[in-house]
Each structure stands twice: as C-alpha cells, then as structure tokens.
C-alpha cells in the first residue's frame, strides 16, 4: 500500500520548480510538481513508544490550543513548540507520531517544511516543496477536504489569487483540480517583472503571500493548524527570516501550532529570540540519547521483529548500548544488520551462529560506505561537501564517467546511504548519514578536497550555468581557501565571492551575502588597494550595504572609513556616502543626517540653506511656481530621461531628505521639492521625479497657496509613475497624493479604494511601515462614511493582518 501512494505522489509531477523557474515562467505545476519523499527518522522503530513524556507535552500543548480557539479570546498567537535534540534522537519521529495523526482526526491543515544543507539559489525551495507535500496529502484526504480548502483561500484572497498562482505553484494544482472559476478573475493589482533574477521584490512578494496564505488557512476555530519546521538550522536566512515573522506576530482565529526540530543553537537566534519574552506561547523539549535501558529494550525487540528465521527467534544479550551510543536511529540501523546477518540473535546451535563482531554505530556507515566501488565512495564524500541534497547534474561533473551515477546511486540506495531517486533528486538517508560520510574525508584532507570539488566544478560550468550554481562553487573555494596556490588564485576566489554577495543581497539573503563578501575581504593582501582598487572598492562597498541592512551599524563605519581612506574620486566614493547618510538616518541621528546629505548635495552643486526661514520658504515656492508657469503636463511627461549620475545620486539623497527634514526642519522640505524639480527640468525625468512634484504638491496644499496647483501636480506625479513603475517609489507618492491631496476634490471616501491598494503594494515590496501608515490614513477617511459597528470590524481585520506582518509599533497608533 506505502508503494502505491508514492507511485501515486511520483506520477503527479515532477520536481519542485524553482523559484526562478517559476518567474521566468519556465515551469508549470502540471509538468514540475513533485513532493518531496523523506522517510521518518527510525522508521523501523515499528510500534515501539518513546519520548513517552515529551509525546505528552506536545499533545497538551495542541489541545490547550484548541481549546483557546474556542473560548472568548477570538484571536490569538500561534504557539512555538522547539524541539532540540541530536540528529538521529527521534526529532521528526516525535512530532510526527504525537500530532500528524490527531490533526487528521481533527480535520487539520499539516504543512511539514524539511530544510537542507544544499546552497539553492532559490531561497523558498524548501518552503514551496512543503506545500507540494501538503497538495498532494490533501489529493489523498478526498474531494471535501480539498474543497473546503480551496473555499477558506479563495474567501481571505480574492484579489492576489493570480499572483499566489504563479509564484507558489502548488495552490494554483490545488485549485486547478476542478478547474476553479477562481482563475479566470482578473490579475492581482501588481505583477512579476520580465527580468529573470529574484530580486527583493520577487522576496517580498513571496513572502507576502506565503504569509497571507497562512492568514487564510488559519481563518476557521474548527481547522487547527500545523506548521512543521523539520531542521530549522539548516535553513537559510530569508527563509529564517519570513518563517521568524509569521511565527512572532500571527494572530488568527484558528488553533496554530508551531514546530520546529534543529540541533544547532545558533542557527536559530533570531527566530527563537524573537519568542522568549511571550513564557504562555513559547516551550521548548530538548531530546538526549536513550538510557542504556531503553536501548537494550528497544534493540532486543527490533532484533525480533525484523529476524525472518524462527531458528533465531531467541534474542542474545549484547552490549547494545555501548554499540549504539543510545542513537536511536543508529539503534534502528544496527539492529537491521543484526537481525539480517544473524549478529545479536541466539541461535539454536553454535554451527548456526555467524562469527563476526558486533557492529558499532561509528563503523556503520563507513562498513555500508566500504561496500561501494571506490569511485562510488568518492562520489558521495563529494556530494557530501556540497550539501544534503544530491543533483545528479551535479554529481555527472564530479566522476570520470557520468553514465555509471546512476549505477552508483542504486548501490547507494540498495546499501541504505541515499534515498529519493525521482526526477535526478536524492537526498542521503538521514542527517547521521550524511555526517558520518563528510567525516570520513578527514580534518587533513579538507580545504584541498574542497578545492579540487569547487574547481572541478567551475571548470564544467559555461556562464549561464555558473549563475545557478554560484553559491555552490562559492562557498566550496571558501572552504578550500587554505589549499589556495598563491595570491592570483585568491584574487580570482574573491571576485567569485564579490559576485555571489551581490547576487545574495539582491534577494534579501543578507546573512549569506555577508558570508560571501567578508570572506572576499579576508582573501585580499595588505597591498589590496595598489593592486586591485575595483574589486577592494566593491567587496568592502557591498559589505557596507550588506551590514547596514543587517543592522550591524558599527561594522557600516569601519567599512566606510576603510573606503573612504583609500579612494579620493568622488565618483566611486558616491555608493559608500550613501550607505553613511542611511546609517546616520536609522541610528536616530536625523539632524547628523541632514547636515551629511547638505553637504554631499554641495559637493554636486545643490545648496540647501542651513536655517530655512518661513520668508525663504515663501519665496522658494514661487520660485518654484515660475519655474513651472507655461509648461503643461504633456510638455513635462515628454521631458527626456536623467542619465546624469552625479544628479541621480543627487536626487537618491533628496528622496531620503525630506523625511529626515520631516521630522526636524520642516522648512527644509520646499526647498528640497525645489532642488528635485529644478534636476529634473535640467537634467529630465528619473523615478525619483514624482517624489519632488508629489512633495511640492503636497506642501502648497498644506499652506493653502493654490489647491488646484496642489492637485494638478500631485496628478503629474502618478503619471510620471507609469513611465517609471518603481513600486518603492510609488507607494510614498500615492501615500502623500491620496492622504494629504486627494480628498481636496474627491469624497474622503473615494480615497479609501486607493489607499487600501497602497497598503497590500507596500506590504508586497516590504515597506511594512508605509503600509501600516495607509492603513491608519485609510480608516481616518472612513471615519466619515461607514458605521461604526461595520469600521470597528474592519479595524480588527486590518489589525490581524498588521501583526502577521510585524507592524505592531505603528498598530500603537
């Protein structure tokens, strides 16, 4: 019956696609869905009970759960349930066999997230490839569960439906079924770019509507829910740092139970720091080895189970847990090979009895490694440096001969080493496996294995190929760093690493860009700047951002000041100052901020005055009207495009200004709206360029001088938005236009629509706090229109939303 459910799962699809894929809308669910097969650790473990007490906590803790759904408290947080414990120990088999079962009698929702160790350059793979899991489970519960499903996501999604099709796959197979009407409503009100990289954009909008999904899974207090996180420390950081947030702020109506399995502590700081203030929503379980009792119980009761020879149906008593260590799933292993070559088993008679020793759970899998053809062997201690998932592309570059992989697979298969085998995909058959193979290569032997993998592999790869799989290559040469040949070949490692951090920290995937940028820096000589001044000026640049975004305000300086000691050009210096003027901005020091900008723009020829006076504002803005007096709106479109650098940046530092001069010199701001129309009439437009009307718009609105001025240009400024859709830009310019001009002409109430677009815009390019201010500005201007019975549920709706999505300082609000 197992056999023919999986026959079942394979023949639906294919792999995963990839999230890239998915963009460049190269795969379908139809022909790239495959859910990921991963067995149960000790699945041989049978009906025997363990972690009898822990088994108990988990339970309580789902109940508790269930039971809050149901009281007075309509809305609650999810509760965090984090497993520790050694692989092999019984993590996965724990949770599986105290919850997977009671929330399908339950009528549940189980979404089991594995994660590994394989350097994707999607960073959802793992996340998407749960959600297969979790289709096709749903395609064996039958038609009503789906249906129910599809109902529950088609009510809290209504408008992005589209857009969850065509970046999570698996919810589009779901619905595609029955062949939804769903589907032929119109697009979600923004869409993927033709550019084929993943950058921020495609993340937040990922991550946005993974959230939401979550969100409308867990819309009923009758469907508990179940996120499995399985070896959450292998998971990268954007995938870390979109799970941290639904897990820390999700208030939904439904019973929502969070688990996560890892070994390594600190792997996990941030997810798991972000719970410990909340004792009542947060527990942990840590799991150790079995006792030498339990052991000997366990493995005599194995040993008779899986002995097919009634001869030796008398169990012997042997040193089992000196021979395990109390793993379990070495426990479950050895027994195997016991019970299958007579070891551990009395037999009738001595003549019966094979002469061998007992096996010990460090010899087992070099004993099961030791059995393959040697070239087979060194196959799997390479795929072993690569991660825990093995590509069969990949591993065809690192044989003699590509066409015996797949012969050395089955081997590895048949010898209980690799599992999977579908679609080119296998992964090693447990995480005790695949260490014990990576330690076979020896602490001798390391950085020059590693090397000779990472070249091999770059030398197979063209440069379609190697833009794929450049973390990989990347992270391999880091390794291999020390068996480096000299300075040239840590040059070339270097500008490898300088590509895979900036391809990193193009898709948020900051930690690992930082891996990637610093080890760059730290391959350089002292002689770097003399020798190689473009590539030092872009690792240590690069790292500067990099930082910045982190957090990691101190290193920013150092960063900086190493650039800033070693380059004079102006020019180059641009990308460092503007990383400065954003850490001055963020720390607090808004006047230091603007006195940095003031100058930077003085060094481009824009000067701001120091102390604006309400006289210098007044003439600024009729300044600013003379400059503008005879041109029409169709004379301002057809303006040419800036192509200056110097006055881009000019205008990058000025659309951070203003909020600067918000918040402490409010009378800097025309000037500001001023100096950005002045480079654009000069110089022409650039996406920037709404911002300077909208602002100046919006400033002639507030003190009265001429509304329909005010409005006109505020109308300029979304125009000039469809010519250059930057959604950054454009949800500070509709957020100004809409709040602070709009309602000069319109209803208050006909701005709601638009600002309640805004909001979900900025959420899907991750401007929470933008978003979370339309959505105060949103149910000010439906103060006026609805009941207030009907806006206090509105509220509480936008309030639930605002949590998941960590907005909780402007929800104070």
């Known amino acids: 019956k197992t056999l023919e459910v999986l026959y079942k799962r394979a023949s639906l699809s294919a792999t995963t696609p990839r999230l890239q894929d998915v963009v460049d809308g190269k795969a379908t669910p139809s022909s790239n869905a495959q859910m990921r097969l991963r067995e149960a650790v000790g699945s041989g473990v049978g009906d025997v009970t363990l972690h009898e007490k822990e088994r108990t906590e988990l339970l309580a803790q789902y109940n508790k759960e269930k039971e809050s759904a149901t009281s007075e408290e309509k809305i609650t947080r999810a509760h965090l349930l984090l497993i520790k414990g050694n692989a092999g120990t019984g993590r996965t088999t724990l949770v599986e066999q105290a919850?997977?079962?009671?929330?399908?009698?339950?009528?549940?929702?189980?979404?089991?997230?594995?994660?590994?160790?394989?350097?994707?350059?999607?960073?959802?793979?793992?996340?998407?490839?749960?959600?297969?899991?979790?289709?096709?489970h749903l395609e064996e519960t039958g038609k009503e569960a789906s249906n129910s499903i599809r109902n529950m996501i088609d009510r809290e999604m209504?408008?992005?439906?589209?857009?969850?099709?065509?970046?999570?796959?698996?919810?589009?197979?779901?619905?595609?079924?029955?062949?939804?009407?769903?589907?032929d409503r119109p697009g979600s009100n923004f869409t993927v770019g033709s550019d084929s990289s993943i950058n921020a954009a495609i993340i937040h909008r990922y991550s946005y509507l993974f959230k939401s999904l979550l969100v409308a899974l867990c819309s009923s207090t009758t469907t508990p829910v179940v996120l499995f996180l399985d070896d959450l420390d292998f998971s990268n950081s954007v995938s870390l740092d979109l799970l941290s947030s639904i897990v820390q702020q999700a208030a939904v109506p439904a019973p929502f139970v969070v688990v996560a399995t890892y070994e390594l502590e600190e792997h996990i700081e941030k997810f798991k720091f972000q719970w410990s203030a909340d004792d009542l929503k947060f527990s942990r379980i840590e799991l150790v080895e079995l006792d030498e009792a339990t052991t000997n119980r366990l493995a005599k009761q194995l040993i008779w189970d899986s002995t097919a020879t009634d001869q030796w149906k008398v169990v012997s008593d042997e040193p089992y847990f000196e021979a395990t260590a109390g793993n379990l799933f070495f426990t479950d292993r050895l027994c195997r090979v016991?019970?299958?070559?007579?070891?551990?088993?009395?037999?009738?008679?001595?003549?019966?009895?094979?002469?061998?020793?007992?096996?010990?759970?460090?010899?087992?899998?070099?004993?099961?490694?030791?059995?393959?053809?040697?070239?087979?062997?060194?196959?799997?201690?390479?795929?072993?440096?690569?991660?825990?998932?093995?590509?069969?592309?990949?591993l065809g570059r690192l044989v003699l001969d590509g066409s015996q992989v797949e012969e050395y697979l089955a081997a590895a298969v048949e010898n209980g080493l690799v599992k999977g085998g579908l679609n080119d995909i296998y992964y090693f058959s447990h995480t005790?496996?695949?260490?014990?193979?990576?330690?076979?290569?020896?602490?001798?032997?390391?950085?020059?294995?590693?090397?000779?993998?990472?070249?091999?592999?770059?030398?197979?790869?063209?440069?379609?190929?190697?833009?794929?799989?450049?973390?990989?290559?990347?992270e391999l040469l880091v390794k291999g760093r020390d068996a480096a040949e000299g300075q040239k070949e840590k040059y070339a490692i270097a500008k490898l690493c300088m590509h895979a951090g900036e391809k990193a920290a193009s898709s948020c995937n900051f930690r690992y860009a930082h891996?990637?940028?610093?080890?760059?820096?730290?391959?350089?000589?002292?002689?770097?700047?003399?020798?190689?001044?473009?590539?030092?000026?872009?690792?240590?640049?690069?790292?500067?951002?990099?930082?910045?975004?982190?957090?990691?305000?101190?290193?920013?300086?150092?960063?900086?000041?190493?650039?800033?000691?070693?380059?004079?050009?102006n020019e180059e210096l641009r990308r460092v100052q503007l990383t400065k003027l954003y850490t001055l901005g963020t720390s607090g020091q808004a006047n230091e901020a603007?006195?940095?900008?003031c100058a930077l723009l003085a060094g481009v020829g824009i000067h701001l005055p120091p102390n604006p006076t309400s006289t210098g504002v007044f003439f600024s803005l009729?300044?600013?009207?003379?400059?503008?007096k005879g041109k029409s709106d169709e004379m301002l479109l057809r303006l040419p495009t800036m192509n200056n650098p110097e006055k881009i940046v000019a205008m990058q530092i000025m659309s951070n200004l203003f909020i600067y001069a918000s918040l402490v010199k409010r009378d800097l701001t025309p000037f500001i709206a001023e100096s950005m129309i002045t480079l654009t009439l000069e110089h022409g437009l650039c996406n920037m360029s709404s911002l300077g009307f909208v602002l100046f718009g919006q400033i002639i609105c507030s003190r009265g001088f001429d509304l329909d001025m005010g409005y006109r240009y505020g109308l300029l400024a979304l125009a000039i938005q469809k010519r250059f859709p930057v959604n950054a830009i454009l949800g500070r310019v509709n957020?100004?236009?809409?709040?602070?001009?709009?309602?000069?002409?319109?209803?208050?109430?006909?701005?709601?629509?638009?600002?309640?677009?805004?909001?979900?815009?900025?959420?899907?390019?991750?401007?929470?706090?933008?978003?979370?201010?339309?959505?105060?500005?949103?149910?000010?201007?439906?103060?006026?229109?609805?009941?207030?019975?009907?806006?206090?549920?509105?509220?509480q709706r936008m309030q639930d939303t605002m949590r998941l999505h960590g907005q909780e300082l402007n929800l104070l609000m």
């Open 622 to 628: 009729r300044k600013t009207s003379k400059r503008l």
């Open 99 to 136: 919850l997977r079962k009671v929330l399908h009698d339950d009528g549940g929702v189980w979404i089991q997230i594995a994660f590994d160790t394989f350097p994707d350059s999607d960073p959802f793979y793992a996340i998407t490839e749960g959600l297969w899991g979790w289709v096709h």
């Open 735 to 795: 957020m100004l236009f809409y709040s602070c001009i709009y309602g000069l002409k319109h209803s208050l109430k006909d701005a709601c629509p638009h600002l309640d677009r805004n909001r979900r815009l900025s959420l899907q390019v991750g401007d929470t706090e933008l978003a979370s201010l339309g959505s105060n500005s949103f149910y000010l201007c439906q103060l006026d229109t609805q009941p207030i019975p009907i806006l206090a549920k509105m509220v």
């Open 594 to 597: 603007l006195s940095y900008g």
């Open 338 to 394: 016991w019970s299958e070559s007579g070891l551990g088993c009395a037999a009738v008679s001595e003549e019966n009895k094979p002469e061998s020793t007992l096996l010990n759970h460090a010899d087992y899998t070099p004993f099961k490694l030791g059995l393959l053809p040697l070239e087979a062997q060194e196959m799997l201690r390479s795929a072993s440096c690569i991660g825990s998932r093995l590509d069969r592309e990949i």
């Open 432 to 474: 005790c496996i695949y260490k014990a193979i990576y330690e076979t290569i020896g602490d001798d032997r390391f950085a020059s294995y590693h090397r000779r993998i990472g070249r091999q592999l770059w030398r197979s790869f063209d440069m379609i190929e190697l833009e794929e799989f450049v973390f990989l290559v990347a």
């Open 158 to 183: 209504r408008t992005d439906l589209n857009e969850l099709f065509r970046l999570i796959p698996p919810i589009k197979h779901l619905f595609d079924q029955d062949k939804d009407k769903s589907l």
């Open 515 to 569: 891996f990637f940028l610093l080890n760059g820096i730290s391959l350089l000589p002292n002689s770097r700047w003399q020798e190689e001044q473009e590539l030092c000026l872009r690792l240590y640049s690069g790292t500067a951002e990099v930082a910045y975004a982190m957090g990691s305000l101190a290193d920013v300086k150092d960063l900086v000041n190493e650039v800033m000691q070693n380059v004079r050009s």
